[in-house]
T-cell receptor, first 113, second 114 residues
């Protein structure tokens, strides 16, 4: 069955370092991947989208890559700050025309000062 | 626009009672999603509507769960009868139909069944 997975439940890094989060997918080919941020007690908020024909997308300190060979997307936060601490989720549809949106379990990022 | 609006924010109910969660999507959005979030299972898609029609309800856990979208501005998720294992945060999200569009989430309803 189709799966979208974020294998790291938690990531702890020092302020100023680059955080790298991983999203893998199996048994389907998504047309795009999205990344969301979720703070405690709130709903996820959209950050970035990358299409299958794009290798890389940037937005301020955020960078997303999409490797269709490895079936993987990487999400980077450069010069991380304590305010970046949150749970980050990747999402995609099933690659068909249904329009569903499924999410990985998320990675909880903690940036220590 | 006020965003996606869910009510209630919190619900505590006794096992066996009926629970109804409500969602008002963003005006103009024609796709609506109901999700359930727990620590163990993450954010699970329960049901997806497009233009008020249920497209995929394969994520609905069992017959105790039902969802309706009588018009473009309102949807409900009902659990009858509720069980303690239904305790979770339930999110509603909406977006414009299309593969490249972002979803907007409500604040969620935290349901506790005792």
């Amino acid at each position: 069955s189709q799966k979208i997975e974020q294998n790291s439940e938690a990531l702890n890094i020092q302020e100023g370092k680059t955080a790298t989060l991983t999203c893998n997918y199996t048994n389907y080919s998504p047309a795009y991947l999205q990344w969301y941020r979720q703070d405690p007690g709130r709903g996820p908020v959209f950050l970035l989208l990358i299409r299958e024909n794009e290798k890389e997308k940037r937005k301020e300190r955020l960078k997303v890559t999409f490797d269709t060979t490895l079936k993987q997307s990487l999400f980077h936060i450069t010069a991380s700050q304590p305010a970046d601490s949150a749970t980050y989720l990747c999402a995609s549809d099933y690659g068909g025309s249904q329009g569903n949106l499924i999410f990985g379990k998320g990675t909880k990022l903690s940036v220590k000062p | 626009d006020a965003g996606v609006i869910q009510s209630p924010r919190h619900e505590v109910t006794e096992m066996g009672q009926e629970v109804t969660l409500r969602c008002k999507p963003i005006s103009g959005h024609n796709s609506l999603f109901w999700y359930r979030q727990t620590m163990m299972r993450g954010l699970e898609l329960l049901i997806y509507f497009n233009n008020n029609v249920p497209i995929d309800d394969s994520g609905m856990p069992e017959d105790r769960f039902s969802a309706k979208m009588p018009n473009a501005s309102f949807s409900t998720l009902k659990i009858q009868p509720s069980e303690p294992r239904d305790s979770a945060v339930y999110f509603c999200a909406s977006r414009l139909t299309g593969k490249n569009t972002e979803a907007f989430f409500g604040q969620g309803t935290r349901l506790t069944v005792v």
